[in-house]
């Protein structure tokens, strides 16, 4: 048998340079295939948070009573006044969307019976949905509603709504809204309901007032008719 030679000291060191040649590259394909997957997450992620703020944003305008209130200043500030798509479950939410200065960040508020700025005492949910928004604009024309939304370098999304229209029959001249349902909105944002019932500024449920039952009293008809008396019975008259 012939004996395997060893590797000499030059075969050893040819080795180690030629996998040191192979080894710089491949840990250079290595490192950018991981930056490229953060950027590719980083890009999925946003484009999953700008799809969620735009479905909930287009749900809270679907599900609204359609009194919505657009104040334009550097970003627009849409506020609606009752919507259904609640995300703490309320029966019915005041919701509004708000751009704050701070990094432009959107925001969404979610409550009942509040106002703008807000107060210490007003029970709200405020949520931030995306960070450094560079446009948010909202315009209403009869029964459209039309919404543009974008990220700083991201492009815009758009979209609109059609039969959205207002529920308010007509604005007293105290500022009471007299609305289609036959609601009655109080300038303080009290609402009364058809049989009394009430829903405060803070989202207290006032139970509509109990009538009590009347108790009927029938006269007697003469030439011995039969009557009724109260408690329900009847007997006849006797004639004289």
Not at 27 to 41: A, C, E, G, Q, Y
Not at 59 to 72: A, C, M, P, Q, Y
Not at 128 to 143: N, R
Request: charged content about 25%; overall charge positive.
């Amino acid at each position: 048998m012939q004996k395997r030679k060893a590797f000499t000291l030059i075969e050893v060191l040819v080795s180690i340079a030629l996998l040191g040649i192979i080894l710089v590259p491949l840990f250079s394909v290595v490192d950018m295939m991981r930056k490229s997957n953060t950027h590719i997450l980083k890009a999925l992620k946003s484009s999953q948070e700008v799809t969620k703020a735009s479905k909930v944003l287009f749900l809270d305008i679907l599900s609204s009573d359609g009194t919505l209130e657009i104040k334009k200043d550097e970003f627009t500030r849409l506020c609606i006044d009752e919507t259904k798509n609640s995300l703490y479950n309320l029966p019915v939410a005041k919701v509004c969307w708000v751009v704050l200065k701070k990094k432009n960040i959107l925001v969404r508020i979610e409550g009942y019976g509040y106002k703008l700025p807000l107060k210490s005492e007003d029970k709200v949910e405020v949520d931030s949905v995306m960070e450094d928004i560079d446009l948010f604009d909202v315009y209403q024309q009869k029964d459209k509603v039309l919404v543009f939304l974008r990220q700083q370098g991201k492009e815009p999304i758009s979209f609109m709504l059609q039969g959205i229209t207002s529920p308010v029959l007509r604005i007293l001249a105290d500022g009471t809204k007299i609305m289609k349902d036959g609601r009655k909105i109080l300038p303080d944002g009290t609402q009364i309901f058809k049989d009394g019932s009430k829903i405060l500024p803070n989202g207290t449920i006032v139970p509509a007032p109990k009538h009590k039952a009347r108790s009927k009293v029938k006269t007697a008809v003469p030439n011995g008719n039969p009557i009724k008396t109260q408690g329900g019975s009847t007997k006849p008259v006797s004639q004289p």
